[in-house]
DNA sequence: TATTGTTATACTCTATAACTATA
DNA sequence: TATAGTTATAGAGTATAACAATA
């Protein structure tokens, strides 16, 4: 799953100069060499300047993409415990442990005493489902954005093909 | 271009062990609710299995990914400036020393004074030349493995469908 | 004045190991 | 003993700001 791992603020104004949609992207002048060559790379780029954007578009409600992909494993799954939820998110459970705090302090969810008294259970406030409605607008707006230039047709392609690349 | 923000060791074994070849990967539990609809989710595990695989294989060789990008950048515009060379690697020019101080220390390139008395120019070694070789071979492999389950025709139309996202 | 490489410092994200409370 | 959450700590990767040398 691997959520977090995101970009911070300065990461996405980076990644936003470069491959945004001001233009062209600022093209090192340096030649390249082998890189372009490489699926990876071609990968990693598409990969940043879609996530650039969903940085930029998600980051001005006050959040990181991690943790609203968090947020949405909670949405998914209200009463999960700390620990399964680390799981799914690809993080350890002491990583998750700040990063709830921080959803909590913002108030889009709490812990609550699960029947297992070593578990948290977590569920989001009326203010998480606020926000994350308010969050679901700008994915949607997101979504059309960078598949933009894709028929329904090509955006079905992609998905399979880098579902190939993935079970390979 | 950003070869860097690369996977560290232990980030490359959790990779491996939820994306990588062993079988299936360890699925949550969990229900994942929104994300799996959306593309760059979709295209943040394509990126996270190759470049799972990537820094495993190239890692071995007591390299990260980053830092094999920065070499592969020299290799191709031998005598470029520290600055010029960040640019096009997405770093800051003060993030790059550190990166060429191991890279200076491993053998593989060395900075020697440019004809504006400011600058160092890169240029691989010996070492480096021998290093870079073998390194490539482990790239081609790499790109044989993630490229297993898609045909020629597929793999070219992966690489033009990213290159939309990247354009929109 | 401006630029290059450098240093000092700090921030983010992540992990491991050890602690505590419960089971 | 084993597990869930937590804390303390560390490491990788990155940035900004300020400095010395050079232009």
Redo the contacts with the bound molecule.
Sequence with gaps: M??????????M??ADRRVGRSGAPDRPVLASGLLPQLLGYQLRLAHLAVFGDFSASVGSLGI?P??LGVLLLVEANEG???????AA??????????????LEQSGWLE?RR?????????WLTVAGRDFLARAKVRIRAHERRIAARLSAKERAELIRLLGLLRSG
Tied chains: 1, 2.
């Design positions: 691997e959520l977090s791992n995101s970009l911070n603020t300065k990461q104004e980076r990181t991690g943790r999960v415990a700390q620990t399964p939820l680390a998110a690809g993080l350890d459970r002491s990583t998750m442990v700040p990063l709830l705090d921080q812990r699960g029947p297992d008294r070593r578990t948290n259970g977590l």
